[in-house]
């Protein structure tokens, strides 16, 4: 399927009225970024648009990233975007409509929790053209799916911690049992796994059983308050390294790490999606690494194939050997760092691209 589906000049059709009445029935779904940039160029036709899901364009996680690609994609091939910020999943609906109104060429929905409202989109407007970041359940022609094997860069992650960890206890939890969460949560606890194996020890990890696929959840991706609470008790049970698979919920175990240093407990954070350092906002100097996913770039490069007209709805799947997700760097923890770690990561890594070592999470892309 290439440019069969598009309609031309969708974007250029758009009138001051059908904006200006989308723009009220959007401001009740939930704000979009104040700044609404407009592309121009020879582009400037193109109308890329995105939905946030309900941790909004500044969680500082999947959605923030996903939102920077479209702005690169705006600034590079000079196209007209919009966005609507989803406040709550009842959002989710009327935002993804309202793109589809305003003749959006290709809306990106960012989060496994769209992928109904995005399928029932998608098969509503055939001549419309949808990707989604983090699902793989859609099967339409109309239909790309942005998604990553996080499991890989997670491995790297758990064996980061537990080389690092001073009290032999680690631990990681998750805002929502779902697979794009437990995904992170399996490669940590192979990563732990695999340093218990190579070094002979016995690290423990709190707060999930990979074979079980039990673990401890929030239940959502906005109580932040909830993840302070739940990384406190992982640090008064011994944990010194906890990794948060939660979007903005991440932000109160950084509260906790930052009291507990405070009050002469060692201990460390490993960001989810972004690189925390440069996007968490504070705590930059206890986070130990970050499971990056590539958003940014995907989301970007999906336009730039739509633009082309060379959209398809063949999966795009993010993978340590395409650079579709990496562990950050140490960062301010570098120090703290044994030198033969990094040595250790960049030969585990080789080894994980050249199948030697089999990363395996129930929820992979297959």
Request: charged share 20%.
């Amino acid at each position: 399927m290439k440019n069969s589906l598009r309609t031309p000049g969708r974007g250029a059709a758009l009138s001051a009225a059908v904006l200006g009445a989308s723009a009220l029935i959007l401001s009740a779904c939930g704000a979009p970024p104040a700044e609404e940039a407009g592309g121009s160029g020879e582009n400037s036709d193109y109308l890329g648009c995105i939905v946030s899901d309900s941790g909004g364009f500044d969680d500082r996680s999947f959605n923030q990233s996903s939102y920077e690609g479209l702005k690169k994609a705006e600034k590079e091939l000079g196209i007209e975007i919009n966005q609507a910020e989803s406040q709550a999943e009842t959002d989710f609906g009327p935002n993804v409509d309202q793109m589809v109104q305003q003749g959006c060429d290709l809306t990106v929905t960012v989060g496994f929790l769209l992928a109904d409202t995005t399928k029932e989109a998608a098969e509503a407007n055939p001549d419309s053209h949808f990707a989604i970041v983090d699902d793989n359940s859609i099967e339409a022609d109309n239909v790309k799916p942005i998604i990553y094997d996080t499991a890989q860069a997670a491995f790297l992650a758990g064996y980061a911690a537990a080389a690092t960890s001073e009290t032999g206890k680690v631990a990681t939890y998750g805002g929502i049992n779902i697979p794009t969460v437990t995904i992170f949560m399996d490669g940590f606890a192979d990563g732990v796994s695999y340093y218990n194996e190579q070094k002979d020890a016995d690290v423990q990890l709190l707060g999930w059983d990979k074979e079980a696929q039990n673990g401890t959840f929030i239940g959502n991706f906005n109580d932040q308050g909830a993840g302070k609470t739940n990384t406190q008790n992982f640090i008064n049970e011994g944990a010194d390294v906890i990794m948060p698979v939660a979007g903005p919920v991440g932000l109160g175990t950084l509260d906790a790490v930052i009291e507990a240093n405070e009050g002469g407990k060692k201990a460390t954070v490993v960001w989810v999606d972004s690189d925390g350092y440069e996007t968490a906002g504070k705590g930059e100097e206890f986070i130990l690494t970050s499971v990056m996913k590539l958003m940014g770039d995907a989301v970007n490069e999906v336009i730039s194939s739509d633009v082309e007209g060379d959209f398809d709805n063949t999966p795009y799947i993010g993978t340590l050997e395409n650079g579709g997700v990496a562990l950050a760097p140490f960062h301010d923890q570098e120090a703290n760092v044994p030198e033969e770690l990094q040595g250790e990561l960049d030969e585990i890594k080789e080894q994980i691209v050249s199948g030697d070592i089999a990363v395996e999470s129930a929820a992979s892309p297959k």
